[in-house]
């Protein structure tokens, strides 16, 4: 299994970017599928964006052509770049880990974004 650790969440303007990271300690981080959700206040929690164990990559509408998701096996971390950033786009942003067969599933500890006007 592996423990997941977001950071890289903050305080930014609108139009501007920001990219968060997602480390994972423990063993076994290329057999997970990693993703990224977001929770704002009043709302559920919904899918960001999701890349699996190859190099598959899955979106929300409200991301596509604006945020990226990325793995580096090497390191052990799923990155968001989030550009063009949007007021709506505040929440707490968390990082999951996933491995199906198995049935297991990992959440981070979330990072809170807050975009301003």
């Known amino acids: 299994q592996v423990q997941l650790v977001e950071s890289g969440g903050g305080l930014v303007q609108s139009g501007g970017s920001l990219r968060l990271s997602c480390a994972a300690s423990g063993s076994s981080f290329s057999s997970y599928v990693m993703g990224w959700y977001r929770q704002a206040p009043g709302k559920h929690r919904e899918l960001v964006a999701r890349i699996h164990i190859g190099v598959s990559t899955e979106y929300a509408d409200f991301g596509k052509g604006r945020f990226t998701i990325t793995r580096d096996n090497a390191k052990n971390t799923v990155y968001l770049q989030m550009n063009s950033l949007k007021p709506e786009d505040t929440a707490v942003y968390y990082c999951?880990?996933?491995?199906?067969?198995?049935?297991?599933?990992?959440w981070g500890l979330g990072a809170q974004e807050t975009v301003s006007i």
């Open positions: 999951n880990a996933r491995r199906i067969v198995i049935s297991v599933e990992v």
